[in-house]
C-alpha cells in the first residue's frame, strides 16, 4: 500500500496531519524527527510531510531531519517548522518578521502552483508563527502570500519540494484539506486506498494466522477500543477467545446488562460476567481519599480478573485496546515517549502471557469507530463517552456506599436520556452527574428538605487535554434538573459545573 511519512517535530498539529491524510485515505506513519533513514525510505513511501514544532530553526540543538531527506527524489511539504527546516536546510533563511502571525489570516495563492491549482485564490488560513522565510532557497519560488508574509507557501516543483507557512491541516484553513488532497494525489499519486471499511477482512486473516489455535483472554470493559479489538479477534478465532467482563458495582446504570446483551447475545462471544458488586463495595468501606480509592478498585480488579483467568486454564494470549496515538514515538522529549496502553483498572502485569495482541495499535480513535460500526458494532457502543476504569467511584466523593451509587446511577441515566433527546450526544465529549456529598436546605412538598445535591458536568473537547464546559440550552438544564429532583430519591438541587480544564479536571477526583 503506498504511504506517506509524517515527520514530527512535536508540534501540537502533527497527529492531526496524519488524520487528515488518512481521511484522504491514504495510509501514513509518524516517525520521530531523529528516525534512521532507512525507516523512512521504503519503497511504498510516496512523500513526506515535515510537520510543525515548538522550536525555532535557528536555535542551537533544535529537531532536525536528515537532509537526505530532501534529495530523494520524492515529493516533501514542509509545514510551518517544516516549511521553515525546509528552507533552512536548503540555503534559504529564516529570521523573526517584526510581526508574527496568529490566528486567520487572509491569502492569495499562486494558482500556478501544482498545491493550489483550481482552487480559489482569494482565501484564508490559520497561521500560527514567530519566524518566517526571509529568503528562500535557490530555485524556489513564493507561491502564496497574506499581508504580513511575502512567502506563505513557496516550491521548487522540478523537484517537488513544497512549503506551507501556514497549517492546512486545520479547519480554519478554509482550503486546507483540498491543499493537502492535492498533494496527496497529483503531487505523490497516492490512491485512495486506506479504506477502513475494507480493512476488517484483511485484519481478521492476519489475526487468526498469528494467533493459530491459541487460546486468547480479554478484558471487556465495554469501552470502545478494547470491544472492537474483541469483536475482530473473536471473529478471527471464535471461541478461542475468552472475554471477562468485571461488574466492579461502578458502572452506569443498566451498562452491564447491555454489554452483555450486545456481546453475548447478539456477537455470539464467549464472555465471563463476574458478579463482583459484594467484593468490590466491601474493600471500599469507610474508604474516602481520591487516589486510595482508585488504587484499591485497581487492585482488585486485577485480582478478580486473575481468578478468573486461572478457573479457565490460563489462556496464553492477551488482547488489549491499543491504539496509535498510545505508541506513536515523538523523538521529541515528551514526558512519555511510548506510553503503554492501561485497560480497565489497570493491566494484570505480573499474569504470564505469552504474547500481547493488538489489532488496534495503527489506528487513531475516530478509526477504530469506523471499524466498530463497518463489524456491525451498534452505535451506542461505538460512540460510548470515554469512561474511567474505577467509574462511579471517582463520580461519588468520599465513602461510596449502594445509597450513593443508586442516586449518581439514576441522575446519570435520566442525564442521558435527556441529553439523547436533544440530540447533543456528539456535540458533547463527556456528559455525567456527580455526587459531591453535600446535603442543602431545600423545600418540597411545603415541607422542608435537607437532602443530596448533584452536580451536572458536561464538556467540549476534541482531545480531551483541554475542555470547556459545555453550553447546553437553559430549557434543557432546566427540564434535566426538574427529572433528577423529582424522579431521584433524596435529590433536592441540582448545580451546572462551569469550569473548563485546565484549571479544573473532567471528573471530580
Ligand atoms: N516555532 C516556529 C515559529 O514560531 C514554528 C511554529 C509552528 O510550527 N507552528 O515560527
Keep these: 500500500m503506498n504511504k506517506i511519512i509524517v515527520v514530527d517535530f512535536g508540534g501540537q ?5 496524519a488524520r487528515r491524510v488518512r481521511e484522504a485515505h491514504v495510509y501514513c506513519e509518524i516517525v520521530p524527527f531523529d528516525a534512521a533513514m532507512d525507516r523512512l525510505t521504503s519503497e511504498d513511501v510516496r512523500g513526506y510531510i515535515l510537520a510543525g514544532g515548538p522550536n525555532s530553526v535557528n536555535d542551537p540543538g533544535v529537531p532536525m531531519c536528515d537532509p537526505a531527506l530532501l534529495d530523494l527524489g520524492k515529493p516533501v511539504l514542509g509545514i510551518c517548522y517544516g516549511a521553515q527546516l525546509m528552507a533552512k536546510l536548503l540555503g534559504g533563511i529564516v529570521d523573526k518578521p517584526e510581526t508574527g502571525e496568529y490566528g486567520g489570516v487572509d491569502v492569495v495563492y499562486d494558482e500556478r502552483c501544482a498545491l493550489f491549482a483550481g482552487l480559489n485564490p482569494n482565501s484564508t488560513v490559520w497561521m500560527s508563527h514567530n519566524d518566517a522565510i526571509v529568503k528562500m532557497p535557490q530555485g524556489f519560488v513564493s507561491a502564496a502570500h497574506t499581508p504580513h508574509c511575502p512567502i506563505a507557501a513557496m516550491a521548487r516543483e522540478d ?14 484553513t478554509k482550503l486546507g484539506f483540498d491543499i493537502l488532497k492535492k498533494f496527496l494525489y497529483d503531487i505523490c499519486h497516492c490512491a485512495e486506498e486506506w479504506i477502513i471499511g475494507d480493512l476488517a477482512g484483511g485484519m481478521i486473516a492476519s489475526l487468526k ?4 489455535d491459541r487460546r486468547v483472554l480479554s478484558a471487556l470493559s465495554g469501552g470502545v477500543d478494547s470491544a472492537v479489538a474483541s469483536v475482530l479477534v473473536h471473529k478471527a478465532i471464535g471461541d478461542n477467545l475468552t472475554c471477562i467482563f468485571v461488574d466492579h458495582g461502578m458502572l452506569r446504570k443498566n451498562e452491564a446488562e447491555r454489554v452483555l446483551q450486545v456481546y453475548r447475545d447478539e456477537f455470539g462471544m464467549n464472555l465471563i460476567f463476574v458478579d463482583a458488586k459484594e467484593r468490590f463495595l466491601s474493600k471500599l468501606k469507610g474508604v474516602t481519599d481520591p487516589e486510595e480509592k482508585r488504587k484499591i478498585i485497581g487492585t482488585e480488579f486485577i485480582r478478580v480478573f486473575e481468578e478468573e483467568a486461572a478457573k479457565i486454564g490460563s489462556p496464553e494470549i492477551l488482547v488489549q485496546g491499543t491504539i496509535y496515538p498510545d505508541v506513536i514515538e515523538s523523538g521529541v522529549g515528551h514526558a512519555n515517549t511510548i506510553k503503554s496502553h492501561h485497560n480497565v483498572g489497570g493491566l494484570p502485569e505480573n499474569m504470564a502471557f505469552t504474547k500481547i495482541v493488538e489489532p488496534l495499535r495503527g489506528l487513531f480513535k475516530d478509526e477504530v469507530r469506523a471499524l466498530g460500526v463497518a463489524l456491525g458494532i451498534p452505535a451506542s457502543q461505538v460512540w460510548r463517552q470515554p469512561f474511567p476504569g474505577p467509574g462511579l467511584a471517582v463520580r461519588i466523593l468520599g465513602e461510596i456506599t449502594p445509597y450513593k451509587l443508586k442516586i449518581v446511577q439514576d441522575s446519570d441515566a435520566i442525564l442521558r436520556e435527556e441529553i439523547a433527546a436533544a440530540g447533543l ?9 456527580v455526587l459531591p456529598n453535600v446535603r442543602s436546605v431545600g423545600v418540597m412538598g411545603d415541607g422542608r428538605t435537607y437532602d ?3 452536580a451536572i458536568r458536561a464538556v467540549t473537547s476534541s482531545d480531551a487535554m483541554t475542555v470547556d464546559f459545555a453550553r447546553i440550552p437553559y430549557e434543557i438544564l432546566a427540564k434535566i434538573s426538574s427529572r433528577i429532583i423529582a ?21 471530580w477526583e
Excluded: C, M
Design 209 to 212: 494466522a498469528e494467533i493459530g
Design 452 to 454: 443530596e445535591l448533584v
Design 487 to 507: 424522579e431521584v430519591d433524596h435529590v433536592n438541587r441540582v448545580v451546572y459545573d462551569v469550569t473548563s480544564k485546565p484549571p479544573g479536571t473532567i471528573e
Design 13 to 17: 498539529y502533527t497527529q492531526l496531519i
Design 425 to 433: 450526544e456528539r456535540d458533547i465529549w463527556q456528559y455525567f452527574t
Design 159 to 172: 523537484q517537488q519540494l513544497y512549503a506551507l507557512q501556514f497549517h492546512p491541516e486545520v479547519q480554519h
